[in-house]
Antibody
Framework: QVQLQESGPGLVKPSETLSLTCTVS????????WSWIRQSPGKGLEWVGY???????NYNPSLKSRVTISVDTSKNQFSLKLNSLTAADTALYYC????????????WGPGTLVTVSS | SYELTQPPSVSVSPGQTASITCSGD??????AGWYQQKPGQSPVVVIY???KRPSGIPERFSGSKYGNTATLTISGTQAMDEADYYC?????????FGGGTKLTVL
C-alpha cells in the first residue's frame, strides 16, 4: 500500500534552515497534492503547505515568507525547507497526501520530530 | 485568517453517542473533514466531504453539516475511540484545522 516516510535532521540550530524529505512508496506523485503538516508538542495540527506533482505550490500565509516546498518526481520525493528557525518551529513534521476531488488527507507519514535548539 | 472552532473536550460513556462540533465562517460552502489521532500516532481521516466514510472506518462514525457547523457523531462509542479529533476545511486553497477536541470515554 502507499507509504510516506519523512527524513531529515532531528536537531537544528536557531536561525538556521530546516530541510526535510518525504519519500513516497508504492504510488506515483502524479495527480495528487503533497503537503507538509506540523504539530508542536502537545498542540494541534498546522498545515505548512503543499505541492502538486507539476510543481505548483501553495503555502500557509503565516509561514509563506520562510517556506519552500519542492518535488523530485524522478526520486518520488518532495521536500520542505523552512528558514530562520526559532524554538516555535519545534514540532513533529508530517508529510501527507490529498486528491483534489477528495479534499482530505488520506495518507500520512509517521512524522519526524524536529527540535530547534542551540 | 480563517478559523475553525471546536470544543476542547467532550466526554461520553461507553455505548453512548458522542458529538463533536466544528464551526467556521461560511463552512457551509466548504467540505469538512475529520481526523482521529491517538497518542503517538499519525492522524487518520474518519470522515471526508462532510459525511463520507473511508473504507475501513467503522460505521459508527458519521458526519453531518448544518449551516456553518459540521458535526462528527460516534454512535455506540467504544473505549478505542478515545482520541483527539480534528476538523479540517479548505479556504482559498489553504488547509485549516480546528484546534482539536479530546474525546474521553468514561
Amino acid at each position: 500500500q502507499v507509504q510516506l516516510q519523512e527524513s531529515g535532521p532531528g536537531l537544528v540550530k536557531p536561525s538556521e534552515t530546516l530541510s526535510l524529505t518525504c519519500t513516497v512508496s508504492s504510488a506515483s506523485l502524479r495527480n495528487y497534492y503533497w503537503s507538509w503538516i506540523r504539530q508542536s508538542p502537545g498542540k494541534g495540527l498546522e498545515w505548512v503547505g503543499y505541492i502538486y506533482f507539476t510543481g505548483n505550490v501553495n503555502y500557509n500565509p503565516s509561514l509563506k515568507s520562510r517556506v519552500t516546498i519542492s518535488v523530485d518526481t524522478s526520486k518520488n520525493q518532495f521536500s520542505l525547507k523552512l528558514n530562520s528557525l526559532t524554538a516555535a518551529d519545534t514540532a513533529l513534521y508530517y508529510c501527507a497526501r490529498h486528491h483534489e476531488r477528495i479534499r482530505a488527507f488520506d495518507i500520512w507519514g509517521p512524522g519526524t520530530l524536529v527540535t530547534v535548539s542551540s | 485568517s480563517y478559523e475553525l472552532t471546536q470544543p476542547p473536550s467532550v466526554s461520553v460513556s461507553p455505548g453512548q453517542t458522542a458529538s463533536i462540533t466544528c464551526s467556521g465562517d461560511k463552512l457551509g460552502d466548504k467540505y469538512a473533514g475529520w481526523y482521529q489521532q491517538k497518542p503517538g500516532q499519525s492522524p487518520v481521516v474518519v470522515i471526508y466531504q462532510d459525511n463520507k466514510r473511508p473504507s475501513g472506518i467503522p460505521e459508527r462514525f458519521s458526519g453531518s453539516k448544518y449551516g456553518n457547523t459540521a458535526t462528527l457523531t460516534i454512535s455506540g462509542t467504544q473505549a478505542m475511540d478515545e482520541a483527539d479529533y480534528y476538523c479540517q476545511a479548505w479556504d482559498s486553497n489553504t488547509a485549516v484545522f480546528g484546534g482539536g477536541t479530546k474525546l474521553t470515554v468514561l
